[in-house]
């Protein structure tokens, strides 16, 4: 009553898993994406560089340069309406811009997903509650509640984070939720549990490293609708306060010169656009990447 | 007779669809009577969609029984609170069907065996190491792996590794469901014969859910067969295989083909016609009446009761068989 077995049964697989190299081969066979990168690391290192890389100060004015034209000695992208250097405002820019985006969806984050996993691993009235909340939220359009919280909460840095951290609460939340979801049902999760895995240990070596990747496609989607957020948010004077540079604040102050003196506010313009485009891209390679149907 | 491991009573399984679904019940199980011996490995065969699965996630209650009792070395676990039934949860393992999907992708192989160890908290880091690096040798897989990742496994080490972290506490009990349905046949054999080797070397018992009547041959000491929810007949291995009575373990034993070409092409088979009916709104009477050559009025009207075939408990759910048998007594 032996069913006959090979000697050796069994050969050794192969390691043919995809290995760190792998992913870095797939990810650079999109040229979108590897744009996408380079972008960002780009405007991050401009941001960390800012002191290096500006020649004149962000704030100072110098009332005899007025609205230089871009290409004018000293000035590449000119001076705005009080004589500061355009190009050194764009730079140091981008330390708010980006300190807004990354840290209200890290807070959003942060937030989101206890809720999001506890949601969707127990269900129940939890779940219940965490989705009605979502969904009322969620009628809001995004913008509007960033602007009304940011208008409570009275013009700030840190308030415009909060607003636009929570204005992305109930996506974030959703994502985690589902992801959970999900997991929930995948024989590991039910193994752990036969096992006599407490939940607590299930919610952290489970289920929260195996939604990483989604997370991580999230965010780099949700940074720059926070990058746009601040920006409305700055020009609708409800953001990063003058002197300090914002790429929306200097937006803002741009429009009452515009017939004359476009570029101080097509640069700025330029940045947010080239910025948010980068991280999209970024966002839709990383998708792709941890998506493996694309594969 | 050796003590129950393993005793379930008249388990009933029902799943309500969604109501936007008709919000209809599915009796997934309907009436399931069994018992696991010490050291002894039963075969619960059934079709897809028989409710063998369901029944292997009550008794691990992953699923809690929508009536019914399941108790488990004397213990009733049919309601047990979670926090009552961790300690329990040691002493019964599962293994899973698919090895791709049971492991972590994100833990290696040392932490997915040494899993069950950390939630139980019985032994020091030091001797859990020692114990999980014996555990992977014991189910014949090398030391390399355990810093391995599942998918740089094979589907066959995979399931080693299943295997593994479900033994790695020696439990009582091991409900093992369709273990070897997602290997390839080459790679089957190797696990069998392990499984069989690590029972009776660690004398667990085993419940052994599979749809596959050769694997159940070669491995169970009794079987149970199901159809629709519902055991119809249970038996020693020789009992079910050799003199089954009941016409759907006959049809089921028929429809399995023979290694012998030429005793396949002469033999026998009833084979039984039509699909098995929906457990929404399972036949009333016997439940395999609609389909069964036997069948006749009383088929479709009474549900038949468990009827003793043999001394060593060859039981059977059919009035057919039952009739005969009367006939026997009052003929001697």
Redesign the interface.
Known sequence: ??????PG?????A?T?PSRQGWWRRFRRRPPAVIGLAGVVIVVLVALLAPLLAHYSPTVSQFGQVLRAPLSPGHILGTDELGRDELSRLIYGSQSTLEVGVLATLLAMVVAIPIGIASGYYRGPIDMVAMRITDVVLAFPFLLIAVGLAAIFGPSLQNIIVALGVAQLPGSIRIARAEAMALRE???V?????????DR?ILF??LF??MLSPLLVQASVSIPAAILGSALLSYLGLGVQPPTPSWGNMLASAQTYLYNDPWIAIFPGIAIFLTTLSFNLLGDGLRDLFDPSMR | MTAAVLEVENLRMEFRAPRNAGGRRVQAVRDVSLEVQEGEILGLVGETGSGKTTVGKCVVRLLRPTAGSIRFMGEDITAMPSSQLRPLRSRIQMVFQDPYSSLDPRMTVSQIVAEPLRAHGTHSRREAAGLVRRTVERVGLSQQVLDRYPNELSGGQRQRVGLARALVLEPRLLIADEPVSALDVSVRAGILNLLVDLQRTMGFSCLFITHDLSVAEFLCDRVAVMYLGEIVEVGTRDEVFGAARHPYTRSLLGAAPLADPVEQRSRQRAILPGEPPSAIDPPPGCSLNPRCPLADRRCTEEAPGPTQVSEGGHVVRCHRVQEQLDLEVARS
């Open positions: 009553m032996t069913i006959a077995t090979l049964a069994e050969p050794t697989i390691l898993q995948q024989d590991f039910q193994a752990a549990i036969v096992t006599g895995v407490r240990v070596r489970h490293p195996n």
